[in-house]
C-alpha cells in the first residue's frame, strides 16, 4: 500500500541510506515509480515522468491530496490517469488542490470536461474562482437523457430533411453529427452517432442499388482542368490573404510522376498478383478515380518544421488535383499518447490553412485489424513468438524457434493473447516476411496493459506501425501513401501484407526530409531540453515546432511558400535558417501595420515648448500605401529615442544625433538639436535636452529616427539561434553533445522596452512592424497591464547599414 505520507517516508529513507546515498537514490527512484504505477501508469510513463523533476514533483503533491480526500491510499486507474493528464496540462500549480477535489469526488470524469475546466480557469485568472460558474461551463452534473439526445438529433433531421429526402445517402452525415455534437456538448459521442444513424435509416430506409452508386463527376472546365488551383488562406491581424498557384508549380518534381488513381500497377515497384484488377475495380467505384491521401502522424509529440513539408505535400496534392485528404491519427501505442498532442496535431493543420476531409485513427480500425491479424495466421503468413524484445533488436536477429509452429496453435496462442494471459513481452505476433533492409519478420502485436486513449482497457495487445499503416490506408482506400524516404525499407512488407490478405493495396512513394540548420527537432532531444530548462516547453520560440513558430510570430502562408520553394525531391533537403526568415519577412511586409518602439530608452525633453504641450498626429499603419490604413500616436514636450541614436562624440559616417548634428523625428515633421546633455552619477547619459523647429523650414537633416511619446511599458524578448553550430547533434561537431552546444545568447528580455499606445489593444499573435527595429508579435504571455511582444525576425538591411 502507498502510504499518503509520501515525501516524510522518502526523507526517512533517505537519513537510513546517508552511508550510501547512491543506492538511496535507487530506492526513491523505484518508490516513486511505484507511486505513480498505483495510478495507473505503465513502468515506463512513470520513469519518463521522473526525469521532469517540476512534474514529477506535482504529481506527487496531486496523489497527496486526492488520497488525503479519499481517506484511502487506492486511487483507481480512470481516475489516476485523469488525475496525471491534468498535472500534464496544468499551468498555475496553486489550482493543483482545487482540481484535485473535483477529480476525486467525480465532478470531473472525462478528458472532455477537464479541457473545459483548464480552459475555463486560464480565462478566469483572477484567484478565487466562481465555482458555480465554473461547473457551468465544465459539465458538472450534467447528465443527457436519451430522451434529449433523440429529441435534439430529432430537431436536426427535421432541419435537412428536404436535403436528405433529395440526396439521401450523398449527403454530408457529419453535418448532422457536427450540429448534433454542438447541441449535446455533454453528450457521449458514440450515442449521439447511434441515434443520427438509427434516425436517417428510419427517415431514408435501407440504402437501394441507387444510393450504392457511385456519385457522378461535376463537369469541369477546360480552363479547371488545365490549372487547378488551391487556395490557402492565412488570417493574420483580422487580414486574409490568398495564395493562388497551383500545387504543382510549389511542389515540383517528383510530383508530377505519380500514378493516376486504379493504375497503381503501372508504378515501378508496385506488386501484381491474380487479384489486382479486380481490387482496383472495387477501389475505383469507391473512390470515383478521386485522389485520396493523408497525413497520418503519431499523437506523442508535437509537429515540427519537417512536418510541415509533410503535411503541405499530403493536403497540397489532394488538393490541386480535386481530392481529399485524411487527418489519421497512428494511435497505436498508448504509453505515449497524450490529449495534448492530438489537439496541437488538428490545430497546426488547420493553423497552416488546411481542412483534413475526415479525421480517423488507427484506433478506429482495431477490431478488423484484430480480424485481418487471425486472417493472416489462417493463411500461414504470421505466427506467435516467444523471443524477447532485446532478441529482436538489430538486423541479426536469430531466427524464431518458433517460426514454424502449427496454425492452429498461433490462433490459440493469439486469442490467449487478446484475452491477456500473458505478461508483457511473453509473447508477439510476428510476419513470415523479409523486409528491404533485410530485418525479418517484422512484429505485428505485442503486449501492452496501459489503458488506450480512445478505447480504454478494451484492448491489451496493439498492433505495429509495421502492421497498422498499410491496413488503414487499405481501409480508407488511399491512392497515394506519400512518406519520408527512410520509410522505403518499408515498401515490402507495406506490400507484402495487403497483397497477403488479398485487400486493396495502394501504392507508397517516398520523398526527402526537410531538415534546418542551428536546430534539434527530435522527442527525445526536445524533451531534454525542456527539462534542463533550456527551453520553456514546446513551443519555446527558439525551437522549430510549429507550435514555437507560430508563437514567434511566423505567419502559416510563410511556412507554406518555404515548403513550396524547398520542393519535391527524393534526397533529404538541409535549409539554412534564414532561408525560411526570407519567407517570413516577404508575408510580414505586406500584413504586418507599423508601429514605433524604442528597445533601450533614452529620455529627451523638447524644452520650447510648453509644459502642456501635446498633439495627436496621424500615422499610416503602412507608409507605401498609405490606403490600407492609419493609427494615432502622441506628441509632447517628452519624448524617448533609442541610447543607440545618440553619440555624444561625432564619429566618421555617424549620421543620427550628436551635439553638433540633428536629426529628424519621424512623422513628427519636426527636427530636433541637441542643447543640454545630462549624465547620472554614474557618467552615463541619462537624459537629452533638445530643442524642435518644423522640418519645412530647415535644412533636411541627414536622418531621421523613431520615436514614442506617453507610451505603453512592454516586454520584449529578441531571440538568436538556440544552437553555436549548424548541426549540433553531429558528433564530428559537437563532440560533447548537443546540449553542450546551447547558444547562451540565444534570448536577450527586455523589461522595460516602450511602445506607442497604438497597439494597446492587440490580441495574441497579432504582428507589427517595430519601425527601424524589426518584426514583432504580441506572446500568448501578455497580459491587460503588461504587454510581451516576441522578435519574429529582424528587418531585410544591408549589414553595413547605418
Known amino acids: 500500500m502507498v502510504r499518503t505520507n509520501l515525501n516524510l517516508r522518502l526523507l526517512q529513507d533517505w537519513r537510513k541510506c546517508k552511508p550510501n546515498r547512491r543506492v538511496c537514490a535507487r530506492r526513491e527512484m523505484a518508490d516513486a515509480v511505484s507511486i505513480f504505477m498505483s495510478i495507473g501508469l505503465s513502468e515506463q510513463k512513470a520513469k519518463e515522468t521522473l526525469k521532469n523533476e517540476l512534474l514529477s514533483s506535482t504529481l506527487k503533491k496531486a496523489i497527496e491530496v486526492a488520497q488525503g480526500l479519499l481517506g484511502s491510499a487506492v486511487i483507481d486507474k480512470t ?14 500549480t496553486h489550482r493543483l488542490s482545487f482540481f484535485t477535489e473535483y477529480i476525486i469526488t467525480r465532478k470531473i470524469t472525462t478528458e472532455l470536461q477537464l479541457s473545459a475546466a483548464l480552459d ?27 430522451e434529449q439526445i433523440e429529441d435534439a438529433v430529432e430537431l ?18 457529419g453535418i448532422l453529427m457536427g450540429e448534433a455534437r454542438a447541441a449535446l456538448k455533454w453528450a457521449d459521442g458514440k450515442i449521439v452517432k447511434n441515434e443520427v444513424d438509427m434516425q436517417v435509416l428510419h427517415l431514408l430506409g435501407p440504402k437501394t442499388e441507387a444510393d450504392l452508386e457511385k456519385k457522378p463527376k461535376a463537369a469541369k472546365t477546360k480552363a479547371a482542368e488545365k490549372d487547378v488551383k488551391i487556395e490557402q488562406v492565412s488570417e493574420i491581424n483580422g487580414e486574409g490573404k490568398t495564395e493562388g498557384k497551383s500545387l504543382m508549380e510549389q511542389l515540383r518534381g517528383e510530383a508530377l510522376k505519380f500514378h493516376k488513381p486504379g493504375e497503381n500497377y503501372k508504378t515501378e515497384g508496385y506488386v501484381v498478383t491474380p487479384n489486382t484488377v479486380n481490387l482496383l475495380k472495387k477501389h475505383l467505384e469507391v473512390t470515383g478515380g478521386q485522389v485520396r491521401t493523408r497525413f497520418p502522424p503519431e499523437p506523442n509529440g508535437i509537429l515540427h518544421i519537417g512536418h510541415a513539408k509533410a503535411i503541405n505535400f499530403n493536403f497540397g ?11 489519421r491519427y497512428d494511435d497505436t501505442n498508448p504509453e505515449k499518447e497524450e490529449e495534448k498532442y492530438f489537439t496541437a496535431i488538428k490545430d497546426m493543420v488547420e493553423w497552416l490553412g488546411y481542412r483534413p476531409y475526415c479525421v480517423t485513427h488507427a484506433s478506429d480500425h482495431f477490431q478488423l485489424l484484430y480480424d485481418l491479424a487471425v486472417d493472416l495466421i489462417h493463411r500461414g503468413n504470421a505466427y506467435v513468438c516467444h523471443q524477447h524484445g532485446e532478441e529482436l533488436k538489430g538486423h541479426n536477429v536469430p531466427p524464431s524457434p518458433w517460426r514454424e509452429r502449427p496454425v492452429g496453435e498461433s490462433l490459440v496462442l493469439f486469442d490467449r493473447m487478446r484475452k491477456g494471459m500473458f505478461a508483457e513481452g511473453e509473447a508477439t505476433l510476428r510476419m513470415k516476411m523479409v523486409m528491404e533492409d533485410g530485418k525479418m519478420d517484422p512484429v505485428a502485436y505485442r503486449i501492452k496493459y496501459t489503458p488506450h486513449h480512445r478505447t480504454g482497457d ?3 495487445i496493439y498492433p505495429t506501425y509495421d502492421y497498422t499503416h498499410c491496413l488503414c490506408d487499405s481501409v480508407e482506400h488511399i491512392t497515394h501513401s506519400l512518406c519520408t524516404k527512410e520509410f522505403q525499407a518499408r515498401r515490402s512488407s507495406y506490400y507484402w501484407l495487403c497483397n497477403a490478405l488479398d485487400v486493396y493495396c495502394p501504392v507508397q512513394w517516398e520523398y526527402g526530409r526537410l531538415n534546418l540548420t542551428y536546430t534539434v527537432v527530435s522527442k527525445r532531444k526536445i524533451i531534454k531540453l525542456v527539462e534542463t530548462g533550456v527551453v520553456r516547453d514546446w513551443d519555446d520560440p527558439r525551437l522549430f515546432t510549429l507550435t514555437a513558430l507560430r508563437r514567434r510570430g511566423f505567419p502559416p502562408l510563410a511556412i507554406n511558400n518555404f515548403c513550396a520553394r524547398v520542393g519535391v525531391t527524393v534526397a533529404q533537403t538541409t535549409m539554412e535558417p534564414h532561408l525560411l526568415e526570407s519567407c517570413v519577412r516577404e508575408i510580414l511586409n505586406d500584413i504586418a501595420p507599423r508601429a514605433m518602439a524604442i528597445l533601450e530608452p533614452l529620455k529627451v525633453t523638447i524644452t520650447n515648448l510648453p509644459t502642456n504641450a501635446q498633439k495627436e498626429l496621424r500615422v499610416p499603419d503602412f507608409p507605401a500605401n498609405e490606403a490600407k490604413g492609419s493609427h494615432v500616436v502622441s506628441f509632447s514636450k517628452t519624448i524617448f529615442i533609442e541610447q543607440s541614436d545618440f553619440r555624444e562624440v561625432m564619429e566618421k559616417g555617424y549620421k543620427r544625433l550628436t551635439p553638433d548634428q540633428p536629426v529628424g523625428l519621424r512623422h513628427a515633421g519636426y527636427v530636433i538639436s ?33 520615436w514614442v511619446s506617453e507610451p505603453l511599458r512592454c516586454e520584449v524578448r529578441l531571440y538568436e ?3 553555436l553550430h549548424k548541426h549540433p547533434e553531429d558528433p564530428a561537431e559537437v563532440p ?30 497579432d504582428k507589427f512592424q517595430f519601425e527601424r527595429v524589426g518584426y514583432f508579435s504580441l506572446d500568448p504571455d501578455s497580459t491587460s497591464e503588461k504587454l510581451v511582444f516576441n522578435r519574429t525576425v529582424t528587418l531585410k538591411e544591408d549589414p553595413g547599414k547605418i
Open 79 to 92: 481516475t489516476g490517469t485523469l488525475l496525471y493528464s491534468m498535472v500534464t496540462r496544468l499551468k498555475d
Open 736 to 765: 560533447a553533445g548537443f546540449l553542450s552546444d546551447v547558444n547562451p545568447n540565444s534570448l536577450t528580455v527586455i523589461e522595460s522596452a516602450l511602445v506607442d499606445r497604438s497597439v494597446g489593444k492587440a490580441k495574441v499573435f
Open 674 to 706: 541637441v542643447q543640454r546633455v545630462i549624465k547620472d552619477n554614474g557618467g552615463k547619459v541619462c537624459e537629452l535636452e533638445v530643442t524642435c523647429v518644423s522640418s519645412d523650414s530647415v535644412e533636411k537633416p541627414k536622418a531621421f529616427i523613431h
Open 721 to 723: 539561434s538556440l544552437f
Open 120 to 146: 475555463f480557469v486560464k480565462s478566469h485568472p483572477q484567484e478565487h474562482v466562481d465555482r458555480s460558474e465554473f461547473e457551468t461551463a465544465c459539465g458538472v452534473g450534467v447528465v443527457v437523457t436519451p
Open 458 to 460: 478494451t484492448w491489451c
Open 156 to 173: 436536426i433531421i427535421k432541419k435537412h430533411k428536404d436535403q436528405l429526402l433529395a440526396e439521401r445517402y450523398r449527403f454530408n452525415m
Open 317 to 327: 496534392f489532394a488538393k490541386a488535383n480535386n481530392g481529399i485528404c485524411f487527418l
